[in-house]
């Protein structure tokens, strides 16, 4: 993709609400900046992922982000097809039959064989085959103890948590404001449950994207004075089971996947910052 020849391309960009979130006075000063290189297009909050893998850095830059991902990818299916699939399946819960250990994700049979080939009942994207992979290699299989914490409580989450923020809570946050459906469908689509309100939300809901890696999505809705507020937690055995890295690629993933719900329900607002 082409880059940005001058600020107004840039400028063209940006939702032009002068929230100034980033910092700077106004939308076109951010974009003076950023044709600069004082800034990054990601750090504007409100700018969507897809804008800015499209604009941000060389194109070359983007190409080996894609390669490294590719190569990364290649080594965990050359790990997992020299891995004792069926001692696996006990330790992550899941099941051996034939050649292939399938894992419930979100509810729905996602497989890998003795040769690293995937297969599933849902679409298969880096998002969900990474950390499948990553929890298949290297899950304790600690059991989830009932006991959740934020992001920022896991192993290394402390530093990433305001990028999780940015880039998952936040986002989910704009879908739920606008689409009153989400939870419903995260019962009725993604196998999630509603559970009792935690730390005094308005609506608690539990995904189970891995067998155990819970996630719980805590709704509040806006009172007088107060705006709306979302956050994510996980179990604290989270860490034990699955990488921070993957976490944090889940949480991002089900945000975007919670963007294109609200599309296909004609809630195109709700995902237009993002």
Not at 99 to 110: H, I, Y
Not at 197 to 212: A, M, N, T, W
Not at 217 to 235: A, H, K, Q, R, T
């Amino acid at each position: 993709m082409p880059q940005p020849k001058n600020a107004m391309e840039i400028f063209q960009l940006l939702d032009k609400s002068n929230c100034q979130e980033c910092r700077e006075k106004t939308c076109l000063a951010f974009a003076g900046a950023v044709f600069k290189g004082r800034r990054k297009l990601d750090e504007c909050p409100k700018i969507d992922l897809d804008t800015i893998e499209r604009f941000s850095g060389e194109p070359e830059k983007q190409n080996t982000i894609e390669q490294n991902r590719n190569e990364y990818l290649k080594k965990l299916k050359n790990a997992t097809a020299i891995l004792d699939l069926a001692a696996a399946a006990k330790r992550v819960r899941g099941r051996f039959s034939g050649d292939k250990l399938t894992l419930k994700v979100l509810g729905k049979d996602f497989s890998v064989d003795t040769k690293g080939n995937l297969s599933a009942d849902i679409h298969i994207n880096p998002w969900v085959v990474i950390p499948f992979l990553n929890y298949v290699l290297y899950s304790k299989g600690l059991p989830v103890s009932g006991n959740w914490v934020s992001f920022r409580e896991l192993k290394d989450g402390k530093e990433r948590y305001p990028l999780f923020q940015k880039r998952c809570e936040e986002p989910m946050k704009r879908v739920a404001d606008i689409y009153t459906g989400l939870f419903d469908d995260m019962v009725r689509i993604l196998s999630g449950k509603q559970v009792e309100k935690q730390f005094e939300s308005d609506i608690s809901v539990v995904l189970h994207p891995l067998p155990e890696v819970p996630i719980m999505v805590c709704y509040w809705l806006p009172e007088e004075g107060l705006e709306s507020s979302l956050n994510v937690f996980f179990d604290e055995t989270t860490d034990k089971n699955l990488d921070t890295d993957s976490v944090f690629t889940l949480g991002t993933g089900l945000s975007q996947m919670f963007g294109k719900i609200a599309l296909r329900h004609g809630f195109p607002e709700a995902v237009s910052s993002q």
